[in-house]
């Protein structure tokens, strides 16, 4: 009951946080031609607590974290649902404005398929980028980005980590 609240107000929290941010002058980043990583792993993911009600478990490959001049961290996302399903994408996170993108997904065959026109999605109040906000406030966005290190992301992922992914 205490986890729920406490993960009520963190959410609220982090919502206002990413209004505010938006009425201020936040540069847009502007981005390069971003390419996923030629390979990742399901076998050492980070796991990412989500609330009860969300049956996927999440994990990132933390060989492919990395943080980017443009403010952005990068990383793949591994989402596996309970009847087994999974669905891998490489997501980047701008964490000064509380924004999520998808540049790919990973197709039936195994290989990346760009999204053909990524936008930046907002990380609050859309449960299509719940997870993306889970790993935002797990620590991929702990006190921004700038400065941050890919170390420092997976130290303060893994710092959260309660559970691990299960295959």
Same mark, same amino acid.
């Given at each position: 009951?205490?986890?729920?609240?406490?993960?009520?107000?963190?959410?609220?929290?982090?919502?206002?946080?990413?209004?505010?941010?938006?009425?201020?002058?936040?540069?847009?980043?502007?981005?390069?031609?971003?390419?996923?990583?030629?390979?990742?792993?399901?076998?050492?993911? #980070?796991?990412?607590?989500?609330?009860?009600?969300?049956?996927?478990?999440?994990? #990132?490959?933390?060989?492919? #974290?990395?943080?980017?001049?443009?403010?952005?961290?990068?990383?793949?996302?591994?989402?596996?649902?309970?009847?087994?399903?999974?669905?891998?994408?490489?997501?980047?996170?701008?964490?000064?404005?509380?924004?999520?993108?998808?540049?790919?997904?990973?197709?039936?065959?195994?290989?990346?398929?760009?999204?053909?026109?990524?936008?930046?999605?907002?990380?609050?109040?859309?449960?299509?980028?719940?997870?993306?906000?889970?790993?935002?406030?797990?620590?991929?966005?702990?006190?921004?980005?700038?400065?941050?290190?890919?170390?420092?992301? #997976?130290?303060?992922?893994?710092?959260?980590?309660?559970?691990?992914?299960?295959?």
């Amino acid at each position: 009951m205490a986890i729920r609240r406490v993960m009520g107000l963190a959410l609220s929290c982090f919502a206002a946080l990413a209004a505010a941010q938006r009425a201020s002058d936040v540069i847009e980043p502007v981005e390069e031609v971003v390419t996923p990583p030629s390979s990742y792993s399901k076998d050492a993911l #980070i796991a990412i607590e989500m609330p009860p009600h969300v049956s996927l478990k999440i994990g #990132i490959d933390p060989s492919t #974290i990395a943080v980017f001049p443009d403010s952005v961290m990068r990383y793949v996302v591994v989402m596996r649902n309970t009847s087994g399903s999974t669905t891998v994408a490489y997501e980047g996170i701008h964490c000064a404005k509380g924004d999520v993108k998808t540049y790919a997904r990973v197709n039936s065959a195994g290989t990346w398929v760009s999204v053909s026109q990524p936008q930046w999605r907002s990380l609050a109040n859309n449960s299509a980028t719940r997870h993306a906000q889970a790993i935002a406030q797990q620590g991929g966005c702990d006190e921004g980005i700038a400065g941050r290190k890919r170390e420092d992301v #997976i130290n303060a992922l893994k710092g959260l980590q309660r559970s691990q992914y299960a295959n």
